[in-house]
């Protein structure tokens, strides 16, 4: 009995083992690999920002099905059960003199009434026509808000990306300098134990690489809290784990002023939406002016009416009617004309918004170019800079063991090769997000289209 528990002891550890090794396995596999445009991808799917601003355009296409329905015929029926009524008496007078007036009751009312009733209408002025027009201007503004919102995820999502690669490579930088440092406390302690190095240089070592570990802490967690807004943006559940698969990398164009803001006033979404809302003003003034105006409309009613609910043959009555409405409005409150001076200074006002906007635009451009030539001139200047701190910290490193530097060399040697990668890594950024922006302002900023 020992020997059999002692193997189905070996065999329930060996089972848990495997079951581990498994779940491990497991989750490694349901890891995800994200590039850009993974990215891209996911959070048009996925950001509920964006899948609410779709749902506008079902919301606005309904409206467009309800301007139509306007110009269709309605068919109505109705039924009534008359609980109570009032009986009619008329009094008749006698015949002869002397005799009394006879009392009859009539019933007038049937009991129960069925009517089936239809209305067209033939000539409105222009009413149901502007109402079209202005469900159609208001679905097509729709739409482009929804190209805008569509080009502002692209850019949140581009930013986020390079933001949580910047804060790897920062990490990175972070992990280096302490490395250097720790590597440089070794070879003064080296030194100081043969006598070539002093105390001052073996504490001023280890209070560098004291300073620099919280460094590399913040460096760590700004790259957690990249991960986890990048995975916000794209819809994902936070403890989803990912691999940002990509590499902070530069793209060299030359962008044209001119070129730019003539693609820009092309194509931006804000500047459509504008022009389809004034023209949804213009509508809305006609329709006000319209509603001056006679309007013309069929109509018809058949029907049915008995004291008692039976489908019996000849048990119900029915007549039917066929009307011709013509509608003349005479006075109302001057809500018309109320109506008309919204709809004007509405138009006017969307003119305003339009020049505003299109000179925020050409700004925008203007500042995007600016900003990628600054972050280029930088990148450029700070790519040999980081050369350079690398050769200093070598000789620094050199000297300080031949006995020719000090540990405040070395330090110095080393934050300059830590601030130059910085600033490196940083021009990087600046560049891609400058052209992203610069995408964006110009509307060129599609993906998936």
């Known amino acids: 009995m020992k020997v059999k528990k002692r193997w189905l002891l070996i065999l329930t550890f060996f089972m848990v083992l495997g079951g581990n090794a498994l779940m491990g396995q497991t989750a490694e596999?349901?890891?995800?690999?994200?590039?850009?445009?993974?990215?891209?991808?996911l959070a048009l799917e996925k950001n509920p920002f964006y899948l609410s601003a779709q749902e506008k355009e079902n919301e606005a296409r309904a409206q467009v099905h309800q301007a139509v329905s306007g110009?269709?015929?309605?068919?109505?029926?109705q039924g009534t059960d008359i609980l109570d009524k009032k009986v009619f008496t008329i009094e008749i007078p006698p015949m002869y003199p002397g005799q009394q007036p006879q009392r009859v009751k009539f019933d007038f009312t049937r009991t129960y009434q069925m009517s089936l009733s239809f209305s067209v209408p033939i000539f409105t002025s222009g009413r149901l026509m502007s109402g079209?027009?202005?469900?159609?201007?208001?679905?097509?503004?729709?739409?482009?808000?929804?190209?805008?919102?569509r080009q502002e995820t692209i850019l949140n999502v581009k930013k986020a990306f390079y933001g949580y690669l910047l804060a790897r490579k920062l990490q990175e930088v972070a992990q280096e300098s302490v490395d250097l440092a720790e590597k440089h406390l070794t070879n003064a302690k080296n030194l100081?134990?043969?006598g070539m190095a002093t105390k001052f240089d073996l504490l001023r070592a280890e209070v560098q690489l004291a300073n620099l570990q919280p460094q590399l802490i913040r460096a760590k967690n700004s790259l957690q809290v990249a991960e986890l807004a990048l995975k916000n943006l794209l819809g994902l559940d936070l403890n989803q784990p990912v691999e940002i698969?990509?590499?902070l990398a530069f793209q060299d164009v030359q962008p044209n002023l001119d070129e730019a803001i003539q693609k820009a006033l092309i194509n931006r979404p804000e500047l459509h939406q504008l022009s389809y809302q004034?023209?949804?003003?213009?509508?809305?003034?006609?329709?006000?002016r319209a509603n001056n105006l006679p309007s013309v409309g069929l109509g018809g009613s058949l029907n049915y009416w008995s004291n008692s609910l039976s489908f019996k043959k000849n048990n119900w009555e029915n007549y039917y009617t066929i009307s011709l409405v013509l509608n003349i409005p005479i006075f109302n409150g001057f809500a018309n004309q109320a109506q008309a001076a919204q709809a004007q200074a509405i138009a006017r006002e969307l003119d305003y918004s339009l020049r505003g906007i299109t000179e925020s635009i050409k700004l925008e451009v203007r500042q995007a170019i600016l900003n990628y030539q600054q972050a280029k001139e930088a990148l450029l200047s700070q790519g040999k800079n980081v050369e350079e701190a690398q050769e200093a910290v070598r000789l620094a490193e050199l000297n300080f063991s031949e006995g020719l530097a000090t540990t405040l060399d070395v330090t110095s040697a080393q934050v300059a090769l830590s601030?130059?990668?910085?600033?490196?890594?940083?021009?990087?950024?600046?560049?891609?997000?400058?052209l992203a922006e610069l995408?964006?302002?110009?509307?060129?900023?599609s993906f998936g289209e």
């Open 278 to 288: 004034r023209q949804m003003a213009g509508e809305m003034f006609k329709l006000a």
């Open 419 to 434: 601030q130059a990668r910085t600033n490196y890594a940083q021009a990087l950024y600046d560049c891609l997000i400058a």
């Open 192 to 194: 100081f134990e043969v």
């Open 245 to 247: 698969k990509g590499e």
């Open 29 to 41: 596999t349901q890891k995800m690999e994200l590039t850009l445009n993974d990215c891209l991808r």
């Open 132 to 149: 079209y027009k202005q469900a159609n201007y208001n679905l097509l503004s729709t739409q482009e808000s929804i190209r805008q919102n």
């Open 71 to 77: 110009f269709l015929p309605s068919l109505n029926a």
């Open 439 to 445: 995408e964006k302002a110009t509307g060129e900023s």
